[in-house]
């Protein structure tokens, strides 16, 4: 159970490092949703993020530590707020 302590810990930080828009490092990254040489969209601990660009490729993806690294050109970094169903299941059942 201590290395799914570790990990439950390492995917509540989040942190991006970019490198001359041309090398991206993420950390609290939970799942690549979608990808493709233009955009990538990313479910993190904070919400999706969407990296747009050009050329983008990922490098490294750990689900254990929740980092990824990317290359590519970075153009654009945006997030939306993870989406989360109002209500119990009772009034999501009965609506």
């Known amino acids: 159970m201590a290395s799914e302590d570790r990990t439950a ?3 509540k930080n989040h942190s991006i490092i970019l490198e ?7 950390t609290g ?3 690549v949703a979608a990808f ?7 479910d993190t601990v904070l919400g999706e993020l969407t990296v747009k660009g050009s050329e ?4 490294d993806f750990s689900v254990e530590t929740g980092e990824l ?5 970075v153009d654009s970094l945006q997030y939306a707020e ?4 109002e209500g119990g299941f009772f009034s999501r059942l009965f609506k």
């Not at 983008?56 to 490098?59: A, E, P």
């Open 9 to 11: 810990a390492l995917h």
């Open 20 to 26: 001359d828009r041309k090398q991206m490092t993420l």
């Open 29 to 31: 990254v939970r799942d």
């Open 36 to 42: 493709d040489e233009l955009k990538i969209r990313l």
């Open 56 to 59: 983008l490729h990922i490098d």
């Open 69 to 73: 690294n990317l290359k590519g050109t």
């Open 82 to 85: 993870s989406r989360q169903p």
